[in-house]
């Protein structure tokens, strides 16, 4: 079946610094993928939908010059979360719509536990 | 903007028994209703999911249930097991656009 892969699984970063999340579609083309975010026993928060060849869309309330989505290829797309501080400590999950038509779902890349400290 | 309001927020059953939980949603740009999975520290995983030519789908001992008018579907797991104990989320297409909007989540812890 359709497979994303996401890396890395988890990242400790120091306070100030730029962490760089990557997600790769291994058997399909995605030209759109999602970011999620996720915080301790929340549910899963859209953040931006990832366009391949053009700019991404945010959410409402989510900084996009602090979170860059670069979606340079049909097979990936990177979320880097720029001068990171404790706060933007999450779990991030990218995702991606599959098939079409009738047969279409979406497919969940296994997340990023980001810490910040 | 799509809401996708789920209970409850936590739910537990005792081995063998069955659990139900809800999911409500709004508008919705398309017809495709999953239930997604999690087990700490991991990503959703597709659990079972449900286009609305049938009111009902069943997958082993899984079933969604779905109500259009009422704009409410819902999972039931038959013969619980404690390896069934997760996070729960309902999800519905937005009415804006292609991605999924998630309902708060249902912690449930199966006893054994």
């Known amino acids: 079946g359709a497979v994303v892969s996401q890396h890395p699984s988890r990242v400790i970063c120091k306070s100030g610094t730029s962490v760089k999340i990557e997600c790769r579609s291994l058997?399909?083309?995605?030209?759109?993928m999602f970011w999620y975010r996720q915080f301790p026993k929340q549910s899963l928060m859209l953040m931006a939908t990832?366009?391949?060849?053009?700019?991404?869309?945010?959410e409402q309330g989510v900084e996009k010059d602090k979170f860059l989505i670069n979606h340079a290829s049909l097979t990936l797309s990177t979320l880097t979360v720029t001068s990171a501080h404790p706060e933007d400590s999450s779990f991030y999950i990218c995702?991606?719509?599959?098939?079409?038509?009738?047969?279409?779902?979406?497919?969940f890349g296994s997340g990023t536990r980001l810490t910040v400290v | 903007q799509q809401q996708v309001k789920q209970s409850p927020q936590s739910l537990i059953v005792q081995k063998g028994g069955i659990s139900i939980i809800n999911c409500a949603y709004e508008?919705?740009?398309?017809?495709?209703f999953p239930w997604y999975q999690q087990f700490p520290g991991k990503g959703p995983a597709l659990l079972i999911a449900?286009?609305?030519?049938?009111s009902e789908k069943k997958e082993g001992r899984f079933t969604i249930s779905f109500n259009k008018s009422a704009k409410q579907f819902s999972l039931h797991i038959m013969d619980s097991q404690p390896g069934d104990s997760a996070t729960y989320f309902c999800?519905?297409?937005?009415?804006?656009?292609?991605?999924?909007?998630f309902g708060g989540g249902t912690r449930l812890m199966v006893k054994p």
């Open positions: 990832s366009n391949e060849g053009s700019k991404a869309t945010y």
């Open positions: 449900i286009r609305p030519d049938v």
């Open positions: 999800a519905a297409p937005s009415n804006a656009g292609n991605m999924l909007t």
């Open positions: 058997d399909f083309q995605a030209t759109t």
């Open positions: 508008n919705t740009a398309f017809d495709y």
């Open positions: 995702s991606a719509r599959i098939g079409q038509g009738a047969f279409f779902g979406y497919t």
